[in-house]
T-cell receptor, first 112, second 114 residues
Framework: GENVEQHPSTLSVQEGDSAVIKCTYS??????FPWYKQELGKGPQLIID?????GEKKDQRIAVTLNKTAKHFSLHITETQPEDSAVYFC???????????FGRGTSLIVHP | ETGVTQSPTHLIKTRGQQVTLRCSSQ?????VSWYQQALGQGPQFIFQ???????GRGNFPPRFSGLQFPNYSSELNVNALELDDSALYLC?????????????FGEGSRLTVL
């Protein structure tokens, strides 16, 4: 089955800095790569996703890049704000299953 | 539009007991997935239901079972509880089976097994 590795486990930045979270996956047939944000006491919420036919996608301060050859994808957050503090999960579906496998999460802390 | 709701929010059980967790899917969604999230970990896929049929199962033993009802709400049942079953159980609904897309998560049921 799919195996998703996520780094770093914790990321601490100053407000206004950029943050980058990286993930690798094992199944070359994966074609859907979502990112979820989980705030304390809440369920994960989708913030951005990318499909295998696209190399990069942006939504305001958030961007995701995908390198299918290397089987890795990254989340980039620019101009970080304290409200960006949360746990972020990457995920990848196993080709044919359409069921995402999640990474272990990155705890992002943005200091004012 | 009503979001995904789960009940109970918290519960405490002892080893060997049984538990039932409930989930109401978002309006218009016909697929429900259940995930187990241990402290400090990512959600682990338990199983998925589409139109009342199990449609995919993760690496969980048979004592984890589920149901989906005609109104697309769902239950997760866990028998013979073990200490390692302590976790946040998340339910997520989505629009259609076979269509990879956004999962809408509830806030979870926090299970503690003593």
């Amino acid at each position: 089955g799919e195996n998703v590795e996520q780094h770093p486990s914790t990321l601490s930045v100053q407000e206004g800095d950029s943050a980058v979270i990286k993930c690798t996956y094992s199944d070359s047939a994966s074609n859907y790569f979502p990112w979820y944000k989980q705030e304390l006491g809440k369920g994960p919420q989708l913030i951005i996703d990318i499909r295998s036919n696209v190399g990069e996608k942006k939504d305001q301060r958030i961007a995701v890049t995908l390198n299918k050859t290397a089987k890795h994808f990254s989340l980039h957050i620019t101009e970080t704000q304290p409200e960006d503090s949360a746990v972020y999960f990457c995920a990848a579906d196993s080709g044919g299953s359409y069921i995402p496998t999640f990474g272990r999460g990155t705890s992002l802390i943005v200091h004012p | 539009e009503t979001g995904v709701t789960q009940s109970p929010t918290h519960l405490i059980k002892t080893r060997g007991q049984q538990v039932t967790l409930r989930c109401s899917s978002q309006s218009g969604h016909n697929t429900v997935s259940w995930y187990q999230q241990a402290l400090g970990q990512g959600p682990q896929f338990i199983f998925q239901y589409y139109r009342e049929e199990e449609n995919g199962r993760g690496n969980f033993p048979p004592r984890f079972s589920g149901l989906q009802f005609p109104n697309y709400s769902s239950e997760l049942n866990v028998n013979a509880l073990e200490l390692d079953d302590s976790a946040l159980y998340l339910c997520a609904s989505s629009l259609a089976q076979g269509n990879t897309g956004e999962l809408f998560f509830g806030e979870g049921s926090r299970l503690t097994v003593l």
